[in-house]
């Protein structure tokens, strides 16, 4: 079987390739990875509910972590069967705990959006970076490695962006409202972690090829920025 490749991290943060590198073709024939078990938080969302069928459709076992709310109830009932459905939030350690413990790789959604931030910033912190710092606790205490995919936010490069041609992920942050605040924290929770992780900076999601989820599966990466996956 062959093994995919390994990027590293040189001193200044640039990433380079191992001379075991595949050519994209070599990857494409290679064995299909083997089942994981993933959660997914804000499973029941938008961009929550297309990576769960994806991971579905890509063979692994999925946990969801969703809010207990009427209409997630609702939602609940009609996901695939075979989808471990967990409610819960991840303000809770103890959820938290309960829903992590034993997954190969945890895809993180849930989180606060505008105008809701600005307009209660305590609950802003507490869901959007006191969540996601219970998620990375609960998830460096299993025996096991577990990959962290994060999703944050394109708006962290500030209104602007778009002026300065081609955002690279080495693009300074800019945190202009609560939400980018949060997000930006969050963040660095994720980085300084003892984790495997990837951060998705997302800039506007549509239903397109969720091929992408395979960021649960691909070459480990210390640091990847990307809007993979989705259009903006």
Known sequence: MQQPFEPT?????THTRSSAQHSANELE???????????VTGALGNLGRMTLDALLGEGHRVRALDLPTGANRRAGRRLPDGVDLRFGSVTDPRSVAAAVRGVDAL??????LPPATERTPDLAHAVNVEGTRNLVA??????GAVRFIEASSYTLYGPDARRH????????????????QTKVAAEEIVK???LDWVIFRIAAAHAVSA???TSITAPRT???TSLCGYRR
Do not use: M, W
Not at 9 to 13: A, L, W
Not at 30 to 36: E, I, L, M, T, Y
Not at 107 to 112: C, E, I, S, T, Y
């Open 29 to 39: 024939q290679s064995d299909p990875p083997k089942p994981r078990t993933v959660l």
């Open 9 to 13: 991290v040189n001193g200044n943060g």
């Open 138 to 143: 609960a998830a460096e205490t299993e025996k």
């Open 222 to 224: 210390s640091n990847a």
């Open 211 to 213: 091929s992408c989820t």
């Open 192 to 194: 300084s972690s003892s």
């Open 165 to 180: 041609g081609i955002v690279r992920s080495d693009a300074p942050v800019v945190a202009t409202d609560v939400y980018s």
């Open 107 to 112: 895809a993180h959604f849930a989180g606060l």
